[in-house]
């Protein structure tokens, strides 16, 4: 299980990330992310790296991934606070984030967690 506290705030999951982590320890929180969808039955998945100055290439295409499993669980997902020298990281290496929405902050990421999901989470 990884450090990071997962929340169940209504029918959404809030992962705050807090700090920067190792491919193993990304991996065990992708697997917790998908084990507590599965057994809350979320319906949105909002994930903060408001705290996070650095995502490589393998971080990305995790974060990804898990937006497309927790889609095909049936909980939509935005990922938010994406600092500036992360999204410029991001566009250097070329990477490819079709399919993850994105919001500037917390609040705008649970409206948009409600409009893609069509009801209030």
Do not use: C
């Amino acid at each position: 299980m990884s450090d990071i506290t997962l929340l169940i705030i209504g029918k959404n999951l809030i992962v705050p990330i807090q700090s920067e982590l190792d491919d193993l320890s990304a991996r065990s929180l992708q697997n917790d992310i998908l084990s507590k969808i599965e057994k809350t039955g979320a319906k949105g998945l909002l994930i903060d790296i408001s705290a996070v100055s650095i995502i490589d290439s393998f971080m990305a295409r995790l974060l990804v991934e898990t937006a497309r499993m927790a889609k095909l669980m049936g909980a939509a997902s935005v990922l938010v606070g994406m600092k500036k020298e992360v999204v410029l990281t991001l566009i250097h290496i070329g990477m490819n984030m079709k399919g993850l929405h994105t919001s500037l902050n917390l609040e705008d990421g649970l409206a948009l967690l409600e409009k893609l999901s069509g009801s209030d989470l």
